[in-house]
């Protein structure tokens, strides 16, 4: 009876022994989103374009990416310890320029060479042969930020799949704080009553001062005061602000 017991034993233990070793599907990833920290190349540091950081998030079977400008999405398999990404990639078309045009492509080669990765808690870890990407848990690396009472300043204006970043930019901002919201056209301040609802907000009539806008500025604000017209849809991203219309919408990021 004893002996019996033993053999019964050695086997269980075996058996939780193999299912340990068993290689992470996966499935630890999924429902997850990945910011980077840190990415080296052939050994050394490689920066990344200002402002900017490798974003990846996994869903059931899928993984969609971002490294500053166009995000991109495919089916994805990681098992045996390798990400193994679809033939059939979507894209979304900003038309990046420059450093962010590299970035984009650089960070597509990388994922498309089955990068081995490993995950330990909240920290991933995407190698290979020349370069090793470490990445933080967004829940982690930067929590979202409040709708309410945080200075968002405009990043972009969306037209379709298309963003677009105007001359001004910079000087328009939004605060929004119950039902009431406030911000500049970058030319103008205004003032309004704003509905809410579950991922909604809906913009009544905004009251603008009265300061004569023209050329850039007066184009500017007449883009701002569309975009915050009636009901938008809106999703806070760690500290970015999206607002979508049918037609499009606005980017926003928190200022620091």
């Not at 290689?23 to 190349?41: H, I, K, M, N, Q």
């Not at 056209?185 to 509905?195: H, L």
């Amino acid at each position: 009876m004893i002996a019996l017991a033993a053999t019964v034993l050695l086997a269980l233990t075996a058996c939780g022994n193999e299912s340990a070793a068993r290689p992470d599907s996966g499935a630890s990833l999924t429902g997850r989103t990945f910011l980077s920290t840190s990415v080296t190349e052939n050994g050394k540091p490689r920066p990344l374009a200002a402002n900017t950081r490798v974003r990846l998030q996994f869903t059931s079977g899928r993984i969609s990416w971002n490294a500053g400008c166009n995000s991109s999405d495919t089916t994805v398999s990681a098992s045996d310890g390798r990400l193994s990404l679809g033939k059939e990639i979507t894209s979304t078309a900003m038309g990046c320029m420059g450093a962010l045009q590299n970035q984009d492509t650089w960070i597509g080669r990388v994922l498309l060479s089955k990068p081995t990765w490993k995950l330990d808690g909240d920290k991933l870890v995407l190698s290979t042969e020349t370069t090793t990407i470490s990445l933080l848990d967004k829940e982690t690396a930067e929590p979202d930020l409040a709708l309410d009472g945080t200075k968002w300043k405009l990043t972009s204006i969306v037209s379709g799949q298309s963003a677009s970043f105007p001359a001004g930019l910079e000087k328009v901002w939004l605060t929004l704080n119950g039902e009431r919201v406030t911000g500049s056209t970058g030319c103008n301040e205004f003032q309004g009553v704003v509905a809410r609802a579950t991922g909604k907000v809906t913009f009544g009539e905004l009251a603008t001062t009265r300061r004569a806008c023209a050329g850039d500025a007066a184009t500017m604000e007449s883009l701002v005061l569309k975009g915050l017209k009636g009901e938008l849809t809106y999703q806070i991203d760690s500290s970015t602000l999206q607002l979508r219309s049918t037609a499009g919408g606005l980017d926003f990021t928190a200022a620091r």
